[in-house]
C-alpha cells in the first residue's frame, strides 16, 4: 500500500527537537510520498521549524503559543494534531512512545475517533500497512494491520529507527492557532525540576553501567557512577530499585523505561526479567555480574559472572584505573 | 468525595503468555485473572484520598465476568463497591473502544476523582487515562509520582522526559499514577471478609449507551524472534574483575 501523506507530531526536548522526533522523520522519508510535522510549542517555533525542514519535513503546521509553557503534559499537542490532519489529510500519524506523545495520542485518539496502537518497533507498508511490536518480553514480532479510515495513529517506541544527517531541506511554515477548550488548560504547572546526569546520555552512551536490587543500598550506585564515568558510559538502573527511590527514573532501562543499544551493556545485580531485558538485549555485547548462577540475565550475558557485585565492582574499578594510567 | 479508580483484570502474570487462535489474543482459557498489580497503586492512591477527605472508592473495570473474583482484591484493600463492564462484544477491544467504555461507566457513576495506572501489566497500550480525560472533557495529570490534595486542589508532582513537574489542578480531575507512588496496603483479614458482600455491579457496553463497531485492527502475522546466545560464564575465583577488563578491551570500550 503505498502510503501518500504522513505527519510527524514533533516534540521538543530540551532545547531542540526530541530524539524520537528525528528517527520518525527518517522512517517518515522512507516510506511516504510527503512528509509534514506538527509541532506545538511555547517558543523557538521558527527555529524548531527549520529544524524539522532540515530533517525532511516539507511542510510544518506550528502552533506556537506562550500559553502552553504552562499546560500540563501533551494534551494541547493534540488539538494541533487534530488542525493539522484537518488541513493534510494524511495516512499515517506517528508519535513518539514519550510521556508527551502518550498524551497527544491518546487525546487525539478521541479527537479523531482513532484507536491506537503503541509499542510499536516497526512499520511495514506492504501487502497492507502493518505496525510491529514485540510481546513477550520480546520474543515474538506481532505485526498488526492497521485498517479502517484514514489517517493510522501508530505510537513508536523510541531507538526503533535510525535518524539521519540533517540536509539542506526546508518547510513551507503553516501556522495554526490553537483553540484550547478549558479543561486543558485548567491544570498548570507550578515548577520543574531537572534529573538529567552528568556524562553522556544513557540512551546515547557507548556503555551502560546498570545496577539492579542486587546492589543492596542506593549509596553503592556511586560504584556504577565512578566505573561509567571511566568507560566514558552512562548509568542505567532496572525497574525495582527506580521504584524504591534509589534513582531518578530517568535510569530505568525496559519496557516502561528507556531502549538502550550501546557497545557494552554491564547488568549489576539484575536478574534478568523480560520487562528489563526487553529495553537491553539489542546491546551489542552483554557482561552480567550475579550471586545467582540461575538468574534469567545469565541467557542472554556474552559474559557472565557468577559473584557478589559489591565485591567485583571495586576490583573492576582499580583495573581499569590502573589501565588508564 | 467519591474517587473512580480503573482496575484492569489480567491473566496472573507469573504465569508464561502464550498467543492463540486465529486472532492471536492471548490465552485466558484456564488462565486465572488477577488484578493487575499496577493498579493496586491506583487502589492506594484512591483509598488514601478518600480517606483524607471523606468519601468512597469505587472500582471500575472493563472485562469478562470471571474477572470479578479480581476486584474483590481492591474491595478487600476497602473500595466500596465494583462497577464491571462485561459483554462478548468486547472481547478484543482496542483502546479507543475500552475508553469510550470506562468513560461511560464513569460519567454514570459520577466522580470527583479518576485514578487510573499509567500501564497495564498485559496490554501496556499506555493511552488509556488520556483517553478518559479527552472523554470526560476534565483535566489530567498523567504519571503522577506523589498526590496530595487539599480544599478542592490537587498537586502532582509528575514524571517527565528530564525530570518532575509540579502540576497544580483543580477537582473533579484525573490522575494516572506510576508504580511506586505509595506502598499498597494488604488487604486484611477482615477487609476479605467483608469484600465478599461488597456489591459488584456488571453492566454491558448497550447498556451504556456504547455502540461497538468492528475492530480496525487485526493481528496478521506472529514470528518469532532468535534468541541471543548466552557466552561464556564464569564463577568469580578473585579473577572475575580481570576477566572483565580482558573482555572490554577486546570489544575494544578500554
Ligand atoms: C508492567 C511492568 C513493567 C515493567 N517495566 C520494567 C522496566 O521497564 N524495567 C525493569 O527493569 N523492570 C521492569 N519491570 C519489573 C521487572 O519485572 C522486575 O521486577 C525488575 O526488573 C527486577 O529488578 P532487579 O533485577 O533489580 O531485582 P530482582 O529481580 O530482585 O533481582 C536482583 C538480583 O540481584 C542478585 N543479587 C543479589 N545480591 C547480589 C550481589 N551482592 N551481587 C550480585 N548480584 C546480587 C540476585 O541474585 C537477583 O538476581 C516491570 C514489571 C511490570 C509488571
Ligand atoms: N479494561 C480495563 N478496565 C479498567 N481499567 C482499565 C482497563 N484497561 C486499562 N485500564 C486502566 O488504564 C490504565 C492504563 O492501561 P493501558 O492504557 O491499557 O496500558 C490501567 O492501568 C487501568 O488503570
Not at chain 1, 531502549?259 to 549489576?268: D, G, Q
Not at chain 2, 579473577?239 to 580482558?246: M, P, R
Amino acid at each position: 500500500m503505498a502510503l501518500n501523506t504522513i505527519l510527524v507530531v514533533a516534540e521538543v526536548h530540551e532545547s531542540g527537537l526530541h530524539p524520537v522526533t528525528l528517527e520518525l522523520l527518517a522512517k517518515a522519508r522512507a516510506m511516504g510520498t510527503s512528509v509534514h510535522a506538527v509541532l506545538a510549542a511555547a517558543s523557538d517555533g521558527d527555529t524548531l521549524a527549520s529544524e524539522l525542514g532540515a530533517h525532511g519535513a516539507s511542510r510544518v503546521y506550528l502552533a506556537e503559543n506562550a500559553e502552553l509553557g504552562e499546560c500540563v503534559g501533551g494534551f494541547a499537542t493534540a488539538f494541533a494534531v487534530r488542525d493539522a490532519v484537518a488541513q493534510c489529510s494524511p495516512d499515517l500519524v506517528l508519535f513518539g512512545q514519550t510521556y508527551h506523545g502518550r498524551d497527544a495520542a491518546g487525546c487525539a485518539s478521541v479527537l479523531l475517533q482513532r484507536t491506537v496502537v503503541s509499542n510499536i518497533v516497526d512499520l511495514e507498508s506492504e501487502p497492507e500497512l502493518r505496525a510491529v511490536s514485540t510481546v513477550f518480553g520480546g520474543t515474538q514480532r506481532v505485526a498488526t494491520a492497521v485498517t479502517g479510515p484514514a489517517p493510522a495513529l501508530v505510537v513508536v517506541r523510541a531507538k526503533s529507527f535510525e535518524s539521519a544527517e540533517p540536509g539542506s531541506g526546508s518547510a513551507e511554515v503553516v501556522r495554526l492557532s490553537l483553540d484550547l477548550p478549558r479543561w486543558v488548560k485548567a491544570g498548570r504547572v507550578a515548577g520543574r525540576a531537572d534529573e538529567s546526569a552528568s556524562g553522556p546520555k544513557l540512551e546515547d552512551a557507548p556503555v551502560v553501567v546498570s545496577g539492579g536490587r542486587g546492589l543492596q543500598d542506593p549509596k553503592n550506585f556511586a560504584l556504577l557512577q565512578e566505573l561509567a564515568a571511566m568507560l566514558h558510559g552512562a548509568v542505567g538502573a532496572s525497574r525495582a530499585v527506580v521504584d524504591a527511590g534509589w534513582v531518578p527514573y530517568a535510569y530505568q532501562v525496559g519496557q516502561t523505561g528507556k531502549t538502550v543499544k550501546p557497545t557494552v551493556y554491564i547488568a549489576c545485580g539484575i536478574s534478568g526479567a523480560m520487562q528489563h531485558t526487553v529495553g537491553m538485549k539489542g546491546s551489542k555485547y552483554i557482561i552480567a555480574i550475579n550471586k545467582d548462577e540461575g538468574a534469567p540475565i545469565f541467557k542472554l550475558a556474552d559474559l557472565g559472572v557468577v559473584g557478589d557485585a559489591l565485591d567485583i565492582l571495586p576490583k573492576l574499578i582499580a583495573e581499569v584505573r590502573s589501565r588508564a594510567n | 468525595m467519591k474517587v473512580i479508580v480503573c482496575v484492569k483484570q489480567i491473566p496472573d502474570p507469573s504465569v508464561p503468555g502464550e498467543l492463540v487462535g486465529p486472532a492471536h489474543t492471548l490465552q485466558r482459557e484456564g488462565v486465572t485473572l488477577v488484578l493487575d498489580p499496577g493498579d493496586e497503586f491506583g487502589v492506594e492512591a484512591g483509598l488514601a484520598l478518600a480517606e483524607s477527605q471523606g468519601g468512597e472508592v469505587v472500582l471500575v473495570s472493563m472485562g469478562p465476568e470471571r474477572g470479578a473474583d479480581a476486584l474483590r482484591k481492591g474491595l478487600a484493600m476497602g473500595a466500596a463497591k465494583g462497577i464491571l463492564v462485561s459483554d462478548p462484544g468486547l472481547a478484543g477491544a482496542d483502546a479507543l473502544t475500552t475508553a469510550t467504555v470506562l468513560a461511560a461507566a464513569i460519567r454514570r457513576e459520577g466522580f470527583d476523582c479518576v485514578i487510573t495506572a499509567t500501564e497495564s501489566t498485559d496490554g501496556y497500550s499506555g493511552v488509556i487515562p488520556q483517553m478518559l480525560a479527552a472523554l470526560l472533557e476534565v483535566p489530567a495529570v498523567t504519571f503522577a509520582k506523589s498526590i496530595s490534595l487539599q480544599d478542592s486542589t490537587m498537586r502532582v508532582k509528575r514524571q517527565t522526559e528530564s525530570g518532575t513537574e509540579d502540576a497544580v489542578v483543580n477537582l473533579p480531575c484525573i490522575v494516572s499514577v506510576t508504580a511506586g507512588v505509595n506502598e499498597p496496603r494488604y488487604p486484611t483479614l477482615k477487609g476479605i471478609l467483608g469484600a465478599k458482600s461488597k456489591p459488584i455491579e456488571t453492566c454491558t457496553a448497550e447498556s451504556l449507551g456504547v455502540a461497538l463497531t468492528g475492530s480496525t485492527q487485526q493481528v496478521a502475522d506472529v514470528t518469532p524472534i532468535a534468541a541471543r546466545g548466552a557466552g561464556e560464564i564464569i564463577t568469580d575465583d578473585g579473577s572475575a574483575a580481570a576477566k572483565i577488563v580482558e573482555f572490554l578491551t577486546t570489544v575494544k570500550v578500554l
